[in-house]
């Protein structure tokens, strides 16, 4: 199984912990906060569905057998949530998203990614983002089964963005032409996320 971790570079010493951290963030240690904008939901796994649709050659949907039997792919790296906590050498497992999409062939005019939630929460990438080893869809969190508090059994992950691009519970990846505000979006978050930019609200660079 592929292991990427992301854009953090190399892997560094303790003492370099300092330089991984994005501006106003500090380091949450050995725990990991749960925060959630809605109810968590009751999912069993054996009837969820993972589908990829909107501006592609063929929708596709897979069941939680189907997409256990694709190429796997961990991430190994660091976490940052927009509330300013950032978490150090988390293990995830799951598929790329590329396995994914290239499975349902995004057409050429698709450039923005709605990511769906059961819930009904949906937040907006770039495939820019999600693309090129950049994004999973995980149901492993060091080792073992991601928790249904932080999004089990499976949710979305973007660590190179803010963790509210990390969609949790996601059900489908719907691919757009144009730019649609998620969520947190339409109340006032960034388009984008990037914790290096600080990018957590409407108007930051």
């Known amino acids: 199984m592929p292991v990427t971790r992301g854009f953090t570079g190399k ?8 330089d991984r951290l994005p501006p ?6 050995p725990g990991w906060p749960t925060l959630t904008a809605e109810v968590t939901p009751h999912l069993v796994p054996e009837e969820w569905t993972m589908s990829v649709d ?4 063929t929708p596709r949907s897979w069941s ?3 997409i256990h039997a694709l190429p796997g792919s961990s991430y190994f790296g660091d976490i940052h ?3 300013t906590w950032s978490k150090f050498d988390t293990t995830f497992a799951g598929v790329s998203v590329d396995t994914l999409l290239e499975a349902a062939g995004p057409l050429p005019e698709a450039a923005y990614v709605m990511a769906h939630s ?3 929460y949906t937040t907006n990438l770039p495939i820019a983002d999600v693309t090129g080893g950049k994004a999973w869809v995980v149901w492993e969190y060091d080792g073992k089964p991601l928790p249904v508090e932080h999004g089990g059994p499976v949710r979305l992950l973007v660590p190179h963005l803010y963790f509210w691009k990390s969609a949790k519970w996601v059900t489908r990846l719907e691919l757009m032409a144009r730019d649609r505000p998620g969520f947190w979006e339409q109340n006032g978050y960034h388009d984008r ?3 290096w930019l ?3 609200y409407q108007g930051d660079p």
């Open 54 to 57: 909107g501006l592609v050659e």
């Open 118 to 120: 059961t819930t009904g």
């Open 198 to 200: 600080e990018q957590r």
């Open 81 to 83: 949530c927009v509330t």
């Open 11 to 18: 892997r560094r010493d303790a003492g370099a912990r300092s």
């Open 24 to 29: 106003g963030q500090y380091d949450t240690g």
């Open 193 to 195: 996320g990037d914790p």
């Open 64 to 66: 939680w057998r189907e």
